[in-house]
Structure formats: structure tokens, C-alpha cells
């Protein structure tokens, strides 16, 4: 059982800096190419990101809202990147997004 907890921490801490790591990203692209993205999504992927990060104490702890947290943060930032590579801003998010919603999809399943 500490092998998958030490996965699903591991893995939860990968997808919370990734979406932290992508808003400067984001931000930059807003104000200088059509098609970006808008600013509420680049709040909800922040807000994501911190949700993510500061479940990780809990979910340690085997805390039952902090697991719901992180699953609830997960499944939404799978609808919007989902959406975002669909209908997204561009060529240049869409690798990053890609390999995220594998994790993610990965993370949900086990």
C-alpha cells in the first residue's frame, strides 16, 4: 500500500507544478496571439495547481477530503485540457497538454 501512496503522491505533485508551471506560459500568450487562452482558464488552472499542491499534506496523512480534492481538482483540469485540445489556444500548449491529460487519465483510473 506505500508504493501506490508514494505513486499517487508523487504523481500529484508532478500535475500541480505542471499546471503552475504552464500560467506564466499562458499569461505571455494572452496578450500577443489570437486564439489564447482566456483569462478565466488561466485562473482556474492556477487555482487547480495550488488546489493540487496543498492537498498533498492530506492525502499523505490518508485524509478522506484531501483525496477528494485532489481527484475532484484532477477531473476538472482533465475537462479543460481536454477542452483546451479540442478548441485551445494553440500548437505550442497542446504537447504539454497531452502528456498532462495521460497522467491525469493514468491517475483517475487507479
Given amino acids: ?4 501512496k508514494n505513486a499517487l503522491l508523487a504523481s500529484l505533485l508532478i500535475l500541480g507544478i505542471g499546471d503552475l508551471a504552464m500560467v506564466p ?14 483569462v478565466p482558464a488561466i485562473a482556474l ?4 495547481g495550488l488546489a493540487t499542491l496543498a492537498s498533498l499534506p492530506g ?5 478522506r477530503w ?3 480534492v485532489s481527484m475532484i481538482c484532477r477531473a476538472v483540469d482533465a475537462v479543460s485540457s481536454a477542452l483546451g485540445i479540442l478548441a485551445g489556444p494553440g500548437v505550442g500548449l497542446r504537447p504539454k497538454r497531452r502528456a498532462q491529460n495521460r ?5 483517475l483510473s487507479a
Avoid at 25 to 34: D, E, K, L, S, V
Avoid at 45 to 48: F, V
Avoid at 59 to 63: A, F, K, N
Fill in 25 to 38: 506560459f499562458m499569461i505571455a500568450a494572452n496578450h500577443r496571439t489570437a486564439g489564447t487562452p482566456p
Fill in 45 to 48: 488552472g492556477a487555482l487547480i
Fill in 1 to 4: 500500500m506505500k508504493y501506490g
Fill in 103 to 107: 497522467l491525469i487519465f493514468a491517475h
Fill in 59 to 63: 492525502v499523505r496523512q490518508d485524509r
Fill in 66 to 68: 484531501a483525496f477528494r
